[in-house]
């Protein structure tokens, strides 16, 4: 969608492709980037030579080189979407990371080799999933790759025993219980914050409710109080301006009514528009930009791809009249692009004009000056887990994009073990 010179002011998520939270926010992400950093203390032993096996070493090093990156690059790419694939993969990864500090500790001295921490540090990695029960699982297959890898050597070496063996695996199962321990209370913290943003978005969805039945009781007052008798008041101006002898006074009162009656009625469709609870936010955002394009003289484009009702629409639609109403008085634009798209958790909006622009810095200071119009909104689509970001666009004029999550989980607000409350993919 062009504005008419050559660019496109909204830049959205390709189809098919909706809007995702950056993998590097992701414990997954962090996951794979501790398993990166186990390269550098592998290196440091490379480098300290005295390897019993330093071909093998430097082969297993660079598949676990290889792997590390490109277990990194797939997290990257996939931020979303758990479930029992998701958890099956995760499990070949792990068995993977175990095989590979099993294969490089047997090449650097089994159990005089320094790589033998590893398996004390990498459980630790885990909690970053807040997953006890997956962490757990880890804690004990390192358990059992240790002890494994101890049975390979016969349970000594240069300056093991049995009984130093013995106290280090066990030092590795302290470790592993104390790891799922801290997952269970991260989870837990996790479950209680989830639980008390559902409660806050719940309350604002009662709020929400409770204003736009207020509103609707003001509506109808205006329209069936005020507005009739302005309407009856111009008929009977109608009639005396008719009859060509009207003094230039009541013909003055004639058309302060007409222009009162129509700012009311359009005073009375902001406060409750009709087409928002018949039709839902698509139309009533074509209504609004209709009415904006009338008002400011604008040339207004839609994107709509949403039909029907939303969550959170009543709040979508003022926030939407809101920047509406902000580009007609400030902007000077010729034209305004509405785009409005769901992505897999969230309903996007975004309004972008070719106008003169945003200056930030007055922006951040119109709430201490008494412009508090926008920055209400924004307080509101925050206790409702939503955000607005209004920026420069990219060949000028301002961007405003919405996004307001769903809350299909306000009534579970605990995810299931086996998956990241964020639904990310366990590294």
């Not at 459980?123 to 002890?147: D, E, I, M």
């Not at 309004?351 to 920055?375: C, F, K, M, N, T």
């Not at 924004?378 to 996004?403: I, K, N, Q």
């Amino acid at each position: 969608m062009s504005d008419g010179r050559g660019r496109d002011p909204v830049k959205a998520a390709p189809a098919g492709r909706p809007e995702q939270v950056p993998s590097w926010t992701l414990p997954s992400w962090y996951t794979a980037v501790a398993r990166l950093s186990l390269l550098i203390p592998l290196v440091i032993t490379l480098a300290a030579g005295s390897l019993p096996d330093p071909v093998t070493f430097v082969v297993l090093l660079l598949v676990y080189a290889v792997w590390s990156v490109l277990r990194a690059v797939w997290l990257r790419g996939r931020p979303v979407g758990a479930g029992i694939a998701a958890r099956g993969q995760t499990a070949v990864a792990v068995v993977a990371d175990l095989g590979l500090l099993v294969g490089l500790t047997l090449a650097s001295g089994g159990p005089d080799s320094p790589v033998r921490f590893a398996f004390f540090v990498w459980p630790v990695a885990t909690v970053l999933w807040r997953l006890p029960k997956a962490t757990g699982a880890v804690g004990a297959g390192c358990l059992a790759a240790y002890v494994t890898m101890l049975a390979a050597y016969g349970f000594g070496g240069t300056r093991a025993t049995e009984g130093d063996a013995a106290a280090e695996a066990s030092l590795l199962l302290w470790t592993a219980l104390v790891c799922v321990l801290i997952a269970a209370i991260l989870a837990l913290r996790e479950r209680q914050v989830s639980a008390l943003l559902a409660a806050r978005r719940a309350l604002l969805r009662d709020a929400i409710a409770a204003e736009a039945r207020e509103r609707a009781v003001l509506a109808d007052a205006l329209h069936d109080g005020p507005l009739q008798t302005l309407l009856a008041a111009g008929q009977d101006l109608a009639e005396a301006t008719g009859a060509g002898q009207a003094a230039p006074s009541v013909r003055r009162a004639d058309e302060s009514v007409h222009r009162t009656v129509r700012e009311l009625r359009e005073a009375v469709f902001a406060l409750h528009p009709q087409v928002l609870s018949a039709a839902g936010l698509g139309p009533a955002l074509r209504a609004a930009g209709e009415r904006a394009a009338h008002r400011g003289s604008l040339t207004v484009h839609y994107d709509l791809r949403v039909s029907g009702h939303v969550p959170g629409e009543e709040l979508l639609y003022s926030v939407a009249n809101e920047l509406l109403t902000n580009v007609v008085r400030h902007a000077r634009a010729a034209t305004v692009d509405i785009r409005l798209e769901t992505a897999s958790d969230a309903v996007l909006l975004t309004v972008a004009d070719d106008g003169v622009g945003i200056d930030l810095a007055a922006a951040r200071r119109s709430p201490a000056e008494g412009h508090v119009g926008l920055a209400g909104h924004r307080a509101r689509l925050e206790d409702g887990g939503g955000t607005l970001d209004v920026v420069p666009g990219p060949d000028g004029g301002t961007v405003a994009r919405v996004r307001l999550p769903f809350t299909p989980g306000d009534d579970n607000g605990a995810p299931e073990e086996g998956a990241t409350p964020d639904g990310a993919t366990p590294g």
